[in-house]
């Protein structure tokens, strides 16, 4: 059973920066989609934020190109995201999201994985941007 946890989420000030960490636990594989998402509310949809799977491929969301970095360290089985410039548009509960050696997998497009599989998600970490 794969667990994901994330830490990292905080209170800034627009233009600072944070990282979120998502440790990924609990099972051995060999293919991969991973994602960050937000919500910004309770009874908001969540949102795909960035992606990148076991091909390399990257995606994000329009709002945060140029801003936010996704990355993977395979020896800490850790997913980060990177985010710079942050703005109060930004104040959302991220999750951490990951679709492991899923049947079968589209390309990431625009912050979302599409697979096959089954996501595991973490309990997500409250990042708050003011203005």
């Known amino acids: 059973q794969v667990q994901l946890e994330e830490s990292g989420g905080g209170s800034v000030q627009a233009g600072e920066s944070l990282r979120l960490s998502c440790a990924i636990s609990g099972s051995t594989y060999s293919t991969y989609c991973m994602s960050w998402l937000r919500q910004q509310g309770p009874e908001k949809e969540r949102l795909g934020v960035a992606?990148?799977?076991?091909?390399?491929?990257?995606s994000y969301r329009d709002s945060v190109k140029g801003r936010f970095t996704i990355s993977w360290d395979d020896a800490k089985n850790t997913l980060y995201l990177q985010m710079n410039s942050l703005v109060p548009e930004d104040t959302a509960m991220y999750y951490c999201?990951?679709?492991?050696?899923?049947?079968?997998?589209?390309?990431?497009?625009?912050?979302?994985?599409?697979?096959?599989?089954?996501?595991?998600w973490g309990q997500g970490t409250q990042v708050t941007v003011a203005s």
């Open positions: 999201a990951a679709d492991i050696d899923p049947p079968f997998s589209g390309p990431p497009t625009g912050g979302y994985c599409y697979t096959g599989g089954t996501t595991s």
């Open positions: 992606a990148l799977d076991s091909d390399g491929r990257l």
